[in-house]
């Protein structure tokens, strides 16, 4: 029987496992033990199913990428199981509160942005769909880092999420790979032999991912990096040990340093031979031959990080297998796909070759002869001058460029929005695209609705299933929009989001002890902190509705009241971001605190922001900020969890916000700011000059006179003097630029709060146009294009 199926028999095998496990009964049991034995159990359930799925049968994706930002997963294992109502309802027999001990679950610190949040989405959506797809990543002791905020300065701590059990994970230390690092190569007869100075052991501990009540579990490898016997002579053992452990210590290490370079290059390679390696002998063992390896497998390299996979499988099938080089890299090309997910020039990663070719020597021949090969392709077939070839090739000016080695050796290369792709084709890689027309495509970004609308806003899931029915099975919530004028409807979707903002605004007074009024307008930009997102702006804005609601009574009439939550982690080592985080925390404690503005304004910078937090603020928002300089963002993931849980976009028309717009109209999101040819004509102009908006502007010129006038009393005159320069004298993500559209764009917001029947029809059409927004769809897209899979169920 399963546990599960009978409430009774389940608190039966739940006291039980209290008293084995913990040595203690149900009513002196902690939460963090309830917690505990709670998901042994729910590990043993899905452990059943992932003992029947069966292996090398049918063609499988291999998913690589450096973060997985998976957040909490007892409760995505319970909804999926479909035992969430079951073991919810034998809890409250016995007064326990299954939400309390959901929370005893800490966030797996595997990630940090979008990039981790949609590889998480899109394994959820592959299992749920009913295809094999298995996923190879590295498993990070500290994660990225836990944030604390003292005196309004970001501070970075370890994250310790491995302190206690975590149980959703299985250590195979029998499959265990050792990873060679450094050394010298030599030939004899023609065949490469490495000897390296050292070897990493890669342990892999495996997690499952379950679909959706479809019996699919597919599983997500982590590898932690552990030491051999053979390490350099010069390097006491302790030491090697500790050097070893970083590896797999933290996600994107600081890499402004020589070491701290070695060590991010050290990581890619790591997990990318780990998995490479393990698929390759497990299809060996299997097939006896790689003939047949691109009918069974594709690899999917997210970003440039694991990049590195193309020259190791040409290693691995060049010295372990023998196979000549023409067959190896047909092998190769027909397996990899690469999806590039931004185009800022400093995230196309560039390794220099005095640090990549000591580090990994064998496999830098190797990229040295893909290089040669292509350039000699390019001259050769396709008559490209030496300038050209410099500016495509993969090696040039003592660099190995990722990017270019990610698109070479690849069958498919995918932006993550239309627009997104059409930059890159007719842009930063236009060139690439002139070469290789038929290998670009676009594959527009999705979330699961599963998590981030069902899971998270059960009672706005349960309002749209009254007029979309089949909106679980379909994706399809378009028939909510004929409910979008009905009186009714409004004032329940109002009451949901009232209810949500008041648990956000509880949750955030007993951690932060700010006050948020409950009927002002959630205005809400939380995401990676980077100047392209432009949370400087938002700032600048906030600074400007003060002095406004000081000085003009009028203004300050027709001003509806607004609370701006911020939530951003800003990268060890990127001391501006660091600063914006410093001005936005010190311009919440001028305005909190005024009494002329208290009630109208509050700002409020949320701690530690990760995947729990944003699932109490996205049904809790009103207006979703998503005002990155057009061009920037490759698509945006939070822009579509608003969207689905009912908020208006503010934004600029970038990335996925163009794709948003053209499917809910100009009626129902705010556009402000340049476009993506406006960009683009400044940037190849040169000509802009943010001085000239400065002189010309007097309220910009106000608030930017203020970083450093004296206006913030209580920190030094030039704290925020680099902002101010920055603003000044360079503003290369046009916030200056576009201030004033989004001071307007804000000002039209206002207008709308002011018609809540206006504002909730605008959020249900959101919410009814977010169905496209789905990663079942994206993966779909992936699968009939690029992946080529069959369903399993």
């Known amino acids: 029987m399963n546990l599960f199926d009978n409430e009774q028999q389940f608190l039966e095998q739940f006291k039980q496992r209290l008293r084995t496990q913990f040595a203690t009964d149900i009513e002196s049991a902690s939460e963090r033990e309830h917690y505990q034995a709670l998901a042994q159990m729910v590990f043993e359930r899905i452990s059943e199913d992932w003992l029947e799925q069966s292996d090398g049968e049918q063609k499988e994706l291999h998913y690589f990428s450096m973060e997985f930002l998976l957040g909490r997963l007892i409760t995505n294992h319970l909804y999926h199981l479909g035992i969430r109502d079951t073991v919810e309802r034998a809890f409250d027999s016995i007064g326990l509160d299954l939400d309390a001990i959901e929370h005893q679950e800490v966030d797996a610190g595997l990630g940090n942005g979008g990039l981790g949040r949609l590889a998480a989405c899109f394994l959820d959506s592959i299992a749920s769909l009913g295809y094999k797809g298995h996923a190879f990543g590295i498993r990070y002791r500290y994660g990225f ?43 004899e007869a023609g065949d490469a032999h490495y000897t390296p100075e050292e070897t990493i052991r890669a342990v892999p501990y495996d997690m499952p991912i379950p679909g959706e009540a479809n019996g699919v579990v597919n599983t997500l490898r982590l590898w932690n990096a552990e030491p051999t016997d053979y390490y350099p002579d010069d390097i006491h053992p302790f030491d090697y040990n500790e050097e070893i ?32 390696r393990d698929i390759t002998r497990n299809h060996y063992e299997r097939h006896g031959t790689f003939e047949n390896f691109s009918d069974y497998h594709v690899f999917q390299i997210n970003d440039t990080h694991p990049a ?15 196979l000549e080089w023409d067959e190896a890299w047909s092998i190769t090309q027909s397996t990899c796909a690469y999806t590039n997910h931004t185009i800022l020039a400093e995230a196309l990663e560039k390794w220099p070759v005095s640090l990549l070719q000591p580090t990994i020597p064998r496999v830098y021949q190797i990229i040295e002869e893909i290089n040669k090969r292509f350039c000699g392709e390019l001259l050769d077939t396709h008559g490209k001058s030496e300038e050209a070839i410099g500016e495509l090739a993969i090696i040039a000016a003592g660099e190995v460029r990722m990017a270019h080695l990610a698109i070479v050796g690849s069958f498919s290369v995918n932006g993550v929005a239309e627009l997104h792709t059409k930059i890159l084709t007719t842009i930063e890689m236009k060139k690439f695209h002139a070469l290789y027309p038929d290998k670009f495509n676009s594959k527009t970004n999705g979330i699961t609705h599963r998590r981030f609308l069902k899971h998270i806003n059960p009672d706005l899931a349960a309002l749209i299933s009254e007029h979309a029915p089949e909106w679980e099975q379909t994706l399809s919530l378009e028939p909510l929009l004929d409910a979008a004028d009905d009186s009714d409807v409004q004032d329940r979707f109002l009451a949901i989001k009232r209810e949500k903002k008041q648990a956000l605004a509880d949750h955030i007074e007993r951690e932060q002890g700010v006050r948020l009024d409950v009927d002002s307008v959630f205005d809400v930009q939380v995401k990676r902190m980077h100047e392209y997102k432009r949370q400087l702006m938002n700032a600048l804005h906030i600074m400007m509705l003060h002095h406004r609601l000081k000085t003009d009574v009028a203004f300050r009439n027709r001003f509806v009241p607004r609370s701006f939550i911020f939530g951003a982690k800003a990268a060890a080592s990127y001391h501006f971001a660091k600063k914006v985080i410093k001005l936005i925390n010190t311009i919440g404690d001028i305005v909190n605190n005024d009494p002329d503005t208290k009630d109208f304004l509050k700002v409020v910078f949320v701690e530690n922001y990760n995947v729990t937090y944003a699932e109490r603020i996205m049904p809790a928002c009103d207006v979703s900020e998503q005002i990155s300089t057009a061009t920037k963002e490759a698509s945006g993931t939070g822009n579509m969890k608003f969207m689905m849980n009912g908020s208006i976009t503010l934004g600029t028309l970038d990335g996925a916000n163009v794709e948003i717009a053209e499917r809910v109209g100009e009626d129902h999101i705010e556009i402000f ?51 101010k320069d920055n603003l ?66």
């Open 145 to 187: 880092f836990e944030q604390t905020l003292r005196h309004g300065y970001q501070r970075e701590v370890p994250d310790d999420w491995l302190k206690n059990p975590y149980p959703w994970e299985v250590r195979r230390e029998e499959e265990a790979i050792d990873i060679p690092f450094g050394g010298t190569v030599s030939f």
């Open 245 to 276: 452990r970083q590896i797999s210590g933290f996600l994107y290490p600081d890499d402004t340093t020589r070491e701290g370079k070695i060590l991010r290059i050290k990581q890619q390679y790591f997990f990318s031979a780990a998995g490479v």
């Open 308 to 322: 590195l996979i193309i020259p190791e499988l040409m290693r691995v099938l060049l010295d372990d297998y023998g």
């Open 673 to 723: 700011g340049m476009n993506s040819d406006e960009v683009t004509a400044l940037y190849e102009a040169g000509t802009y000059d943010p001085g000239e908006i400065y002189e010309n502007d007097p309220e910009i010129r106000q608030v930017v006179d203020q970083l450093t006038d004296g206006f913030f009393a209580h920190v030094r005159r030039d704290e925020f003097a680099e902002i």
């Open 728 to 793: 000044l004298n360079e503003d290369r993500f046009f916030v200056l630029k576009d201030l004033r559209a989004y001071s307007d764009a804000q000002e039209r917001l206002n207008e709308r709060f002011k018609d809540k029947r206006g504002f909730a029809k605008t959020c249900l059409v959101n919410i009814a146009k977010s169905g496209y927004f789905s990663s079942d769809r994206t993966i779909e897209n992936y699968v009939d294009d690029i992946w080529k899979l069959k369903r399993t169920t």
